[in-house]
């Protein structure tokens, strides 16, 4: 309780039969902390915080988790095709919503897809109704009949909604 690891922190091979408690834990998600702390050691943390019913400080080192896997991915240059969607699928989850943790992030790329959208289609920047275009339920006439472009909107809105909501019910649940 109340520990602080300012050069991290290695449960890797740590053998934990009982509950850990990591409550007021400082400065493992600090910049010189998290590169001496490994995934699973994040892992470890996350399920024992989740064990106690922390649920949102085990989002955090959920997010910490993530975050190590994707510098582990996506660092490896041995069988490179393979790990190319990977390590794309956590660099757009980092940047859409910090692995689900911020849903201020995933609101302003929802309103930016609008505002884009929008400007792509009307060539004004700020375009009164550009609100349309943040919303899934836009019909396809509202795009001028440019398929690809509502095909694509709508497939970003609807990772961005998503995104959104697993933030918000990360920040709420019980």
């Given at each position: 309780?109340k520990?602080?690891f300012?050069?991290?922190?290695?449960?890797?091979?740590?053998?934990?039969?009982?509950?850990?408690?990591?409550?007021?834990?400082?400065?493992?998600?600090k910049?010189?902390?998290?590169?001496?702390t490994?995934?699973?050691?994040?892992?470890?943390?996350?399920?024992?915080?989740?064990?106690?019913?922390?649920i949102?400080?085990?989002?955090?080192?959920?997010?910490?988790e993530?975050q190590?896997?994707?510098?582990?991915?996506?660092?490896?240059?041995?069988?490179?095709?393979k790990?190319?969607?990977?390590?794309?699928?956590?660099?757009?989850?980092?940047?859409?919503?910090n692995?689900s943790?911020?849903?201020?992030?995933?609101?302003?790329?929802i309103?930016a897809?609008?505002?884009?959208t929008?400007?792509?289609?009307?060539?004004?920047?700020?375009y009164?109704?550009?609100?349309?275009?943040?919303?899934?339920?836009?019909?396809?006439?509202?795009?001028?009949?440019?398929?690809?472009?509502?095909?694509?909107?709508?497939?970003?809105?609807?990772?961005?909604?998503?995104?959104?909501?697993?933030?918000?019910?990360?920040?709420?649940?019980?």
């Amino acid at each position: 309780r109340k520990a602080t690891f300012r050069k991290g922190l290695n449960l890797e091979y740590a053998n934990i039969e009982k509950e850990m408690n990591f409550f007021g834990v400082k400065e493992l998600d600090k910049k010189p902390s998290v590169k001496l702390t490994s995934q699973e050691t994040y892992r470890t943390v996350k399920y024992q915080l989740q064990k106690v019913g922390n649920i949102i400080e085990s989002n955090k080192y959920h997010a910490l988790e993530l975050q190590k896997k994707k510098e582990s991915i996506c660092k490896c240059s041995c069988e490179f095709i393979k790990i190319i969607p990977d390590c794309l699928t956590l660099s757009i989850h980092k940047v859409s919503s910090n692995y689900s943790t911020n849903w201020v992030w995933a609101l302003g790329w929802i309103l930016a897809v609008g505002v884009l959208t929008s400007y792509i289609l009307t060539d004004k920047l700020f375009y009164n109704e550009f609100y349309k275009y943040s919303s899934l339920l836009s019909s396809l006439d509202d795009f001028y009949c440019v398929y690809w472009l509502f095909m694509l909107n709508k497939i970003i809105l609807g990772y961005l909604y998503y995104q959104f909501v697993t933030a918000v019910r990360k920040d709420t649940r019980k």
